[in-house]
C-alpha cells in the first residue's frame, strides 16, 4: 500500500513539474494549452483520474501566481480548476471503455464548463469569454489527441503495458 502512495506521489509530481516548465516556457496559448491538457491526460492514463484531478487543480493557480494567466482572468482559475478536474473525471471513467469517447467527452465537458461559467457565472471582458470557449475544446481535443500518440509510443517502448489500467 505505502508502495502504491509513493509511486503516486512520484509520478505525478514528475507530470506537475513537466506541466510547469511548459507553463513557464511563456509558449503562446494555441502550444500551451493543448500541452497541459496532454498532462492531464496522460496522469490520468499513466498513473490514475486523481493524479490529472490533482495537476488539474494546480496548475491554473500556480499560473495565476507565476503571472502566467493574466489578471482578468482571476474570476476564471476556479472554473479553470473544476474543468481540468472534470476532464480528468470524465476521461478516467470512459477511457476504460474507449480512450476516444473518453477525450471527446471529457474535451466537450471541460469547454461546457468553461462556456457556461462565462455566459452565466463570471463577468469577464469579451476577448477572455471568447478565449473560454471554443478554444478550449480544441485545446482539449487535441491535448488528447497528443496525449494518445504519446501513450502509444510508451506503450511501443515497453514503459507501459498495452493493458495497462489506472
Known amino acids: 500500500m505505502q508502495d502504491n502512495k509513493v509511486t503516486f506521489l512520484t509520478r505525478t509530481a514528475i507530470l506537475l513539474a513537466l506541466a510547469l516548465v511548459i507553463q513557464l516556457g511563456s ?8 500541452l497541459i491538457n496532454t498532462i492531464l491526460y496522460l496522469a490520468t492514463l ?8 490533482a495537476i488539474g487543480l494546480f496548475t491554473p493557480i500556480v499560473a495565476f501566481i507565476q503571472g502566467i494567466l493574466p489578471p482578468p482572468l482571476a474570476p476564471m ?42 455566459t452565466f457565472i463570471v463577468e469577464v471582458p469579451e476577448q477572455i469569454a471568447r478565449m473560454m ?14 496525449a494518445m500518440l504519446v501513450y502509444r509510443a510508451l506503450v511501443a517502448i515497453d514503459f507501459v ?5 489506472n
Open 27 to 34: 509558449f503562446p496559448q494555441p502550444v500551451t494549452g493543448p
Open 46 to 53: 499513466l498513473v490514475n483520474i486523481w493524479s490529472g484531478v
Open 77 to 118: 482559475i476556479p472554473f479553470i480548476a473544476l474543468s481540468n478536474g472534470v476532464l480528468a473525471v470524465v476521461f478516467g471513467l470512459i477511457s476504460k471503455q474507449n480512450k476516444i469517447v473518453g477525450i471527446i467527452v471529457a474535451s466537450l465537458s471541460k469547454y461546457l464548463i468553461l462556456a457556461a461559467a462565462v
Open 133 to 146: 470557449s471554443l478554444p478550449q475544446l480544441i485545446t482539449a481535443l487535441a491535448g488528447g489527441v497528443i
Open 161 to 165: 503495458d498495452s493493458s495497462y489500467k
